[in-house]
């Protein structure tokens, strides 16, 4: 598997430098939205003392810079693309082939992520000095980043997976994923941080994936929990992604079989 | 007997359809209810295919023939019936079958678009876990058959279509498949090309042995490389024999040709010989039947004697005999 991994990955590579001007853009496309966020913070707070909740100015910056490369190195675009091959029949030669199609998926998001991550980090660093943004970072937050992320890069993966798979059944996922990146805007801390929705929907936003997948590391990476927290918030994320890997295990084995290769 | 590498009992497809009538109420009514047809693709078809045999898989556009090798292939689930291929049932889609089939559609790419053809063979090279050397003597081979050289360098959105074709033959079958589907394999391509392409899967089974399903349009296609057809119609087989007898039994006549000297064909007599078919530019087309065809023959050359230039007599075009067959809507399976 790691040989086939790795010609994958050269493929891989070969066509995305085709299309890096499209990447970098979309990388691009990543950041702006968390930065008008910031500086939408920013101003709400400047206007009432320069302070909201557990929040300042600095740590408003500190938490969208962390969210925007958590945004990056979770981001799964699965459901739009699968909805695209089931439709036109693209599907077909990978199912004919003695590879899951997820793994083809699992090499376009690591070669994306590779790809964007040096100029993501230049203009995050830009982002940092010109907001002055306060880090309360320490090792043991780092050190839970790392499988923090991963958590959520697989989570993010493999419910975009569930969603893609509802392909087999309709081929307008497109309307599903728009209604769940609506919900993801809300619940997932990017319209603000987890910590400072009201107590209601901070409640909800615990119970659903979203927060998992972008708040959570985000607010790990920023140092804005304490360790027992993040463990606690971690093993969230971990429940979460046992229940998406087996819901799409379940729905994929069903779904195959309603597949109908239009037109291939 | 041998064993059978294809063995299909009572397969059938149906699939689901949401149907609605045009206009601006039918389609507020179908906001509440939608009303849904079955479509019988494929209804219950019985065959089977030999080691090394290549057979022509024929029907009208709409017959089930796609449908059938997708579920050969294992892309789709049967809503009933059986099928085997090399002892495996396809729609399982175990690993082992996977790498001893191919599906190669004429209008489909598998390639991917903005590499060199030989980058995304060494990513199959991977998938299938095909030996180094087992790999490049298979490329050799295939680039030789196809004359590839030059291609695979190029990435594949700079090909032309009969280019791409070639490559994607050889992605097809760099693994060695033992069994291959192709539909419609020389769709939209040159008369050369076409040649080529005919060429080269003849060759194919030639050199491996393999086994080959085939659909085409052209029937071209079918009288170069297949001795067997099986013709469907509706989702029904109609017929499963050799493509020497098709033409014996659908269309019992024959086809005479006269070219006779001097324009004599426009004024020249020939209604006792036949039907008059047509006549062109000094040349008379008879149709008679083929029990009678070598005594009008015969009488043909001695009646016009110096008058006659050339005569041939010759079954009527498969084209034509498919068609009665389409037509006919009869059964006919050979033992």
């Not at chain 1, 009432?48 to 990056?72: E, H, M, P, T």
């Not at chain 2, 081979?141 to 009969?162: A, F, I």
Request: charged content about 20%; proline content about 5%; glycine content about 6%.
């Amino acid at each position: 598997m790691i040989r086939t991994y790795r010609a994958l990955l050269v493929a891989q590579i070969q066509a995305a430098s085709a299309y890096r001007v499209q990447s970098i853009l979309w990388m691009l496309f990543s950041v702006i939205r968390p930065v008008i966020f910031l500086a939408a913070w920013v101003a709400v707070a400047n206007s009432q003392g320069g302070q909201i909740g557990a929040y300042d100015v600095r740590d408003f910056a500190a938490y969208y810079i962390c969210l925007s490369l958590v945004s990056n190195l979770t981001m799964s675009w699965n459901a739009y693309d699968f909805e695209f091959e089931v439709r036109l029949g693209r599907l077909s030669p990978k199912l004919l082939r003695p590879l899951h199609p997820i793994h083809y998926s699992v090499v376009e998001n690591i070669v994306w992520k590779v790809t964007t991550i040096i100029p993501l980090g230049i203009i995050l660093v830009f982002v940092s000095l010109t907001f002055d943004a306060r880090f309360r970072t320490t090792p043991a937050h780092l050190l839970l980043f790392v499988p923090s992320v991963l958590l959520a890069a697989a989570l993010a993966f493999f419910s975009g997976w569930v969603l893609a798979t509802l392909a087999f059944w309709t081929t307008r996922v497109h309307a599903v994923s728009t209604f769940w990146d609506r919900a993801a805007f809300i619940f997932a801390g990017q319209i603000a941080p987890l910590a400072l929705l009201p107590g209601p929907l901070q409640a909800i936003a615990l119970a659903l994936p979203f927060g998992y997948i972008l708040g959570v590391p985000a607010e790990i990476l920023r140092g804005g929990v304490s360790v027992p927290t993040a463990l606690q918030l971690m093993a969230g994320q971990a429940i979460w992604l046992v229940v998406f890997y087996f819901a799409f295990h379940r729905v994929w084995r069903v779904g195959v079989r309603q597949y109908s290769a239009v037109g291939a | 007997m041998t064993d059978a590498v294809v063995q299909v009992r009572e397969l059938r497809k149906t699939f689901r359809v949401t149907e609605r009538e045009e206009g601006l109420a039918a389609t507020l009514r179908s906001f509440v209810k939608r009303r849904r047809k079955d479509v019988n693709a494929v209804a219950g078809i019985t065959f089977r295919i030999d080691p090394g045999e290549v057979v022509g898989f024929l029907g009208p556009n709409g017959a089930g023939k796609t449908t059938t090798l997708k579920m050969l292939s294992g892309l789709l689930h049967p809503t009933a019936g059986e099928a085997r291929v090399l002892e495996y049932v396809p729609w399982r889609r175990e690993n082992a079958y996977l790498k001893s089939m191919t599906l190669l559609m004429g209008n489909r790419t598998q390639l991917v678009w903005d590499i060199p053809a030989a980058d995304s063979f060494r990513v199959l090279q991977e998938i299938y876990r095909i030996p180094e050397a087992q790999f490049r003597a298979t490329v050799n081979e295939l680039t030789e058959l196809l004359e590839l050289q030059e291609l695979v360098r190029k990435p594949v959105r700079n090909l032309s279509l009969g280019e791409r074709m070639k490559v994607e033959f050889a992605a097809g079958l760099i693994h060695s498949p033992s069994v291959a589907f192709l539909d419609e394999p020389t769709i939209g391509l040159d008369i050369s090309m076409q040649v080529r392409i005919r060429r080269f899967v003849a060759e194919y089974n030639r050199r491996t042995g393999a086994t080959i399903l085939l659909t085409s349009h052209y029937m071209d296609d079918v009288v170069a490389l297949c001795k067997r057809v099986i013709v469907i119609h509706r989702g029904r087989l109609l017929y499963d024999g050799p493509l020497a007898d098709l033409a014996e039994r659908m269309a019992p006549y024959k086809v005479i040709t006269a070219t006779l000297h001097d324009g004599a064909a426009s004024s020249t007599d020939l209604d006792a010989y036949g039907t008059v078919v047509s006549r062109e530019e000094g040349r008379v087309t008879l149709r008679v039947d083929r029990q009678v065809a070598p005594e009008r023959t015969a009488r043909l050359v001695n009646d016009l004697g110096s008058r006659l230039a050339d005569i041939s007599v010759e079954d009527p075009p498969i084209e034509e005999v498919i068609d009665r067959v389409f037509t006919s809507e009869q059964t006919m399976v050979s033992a």
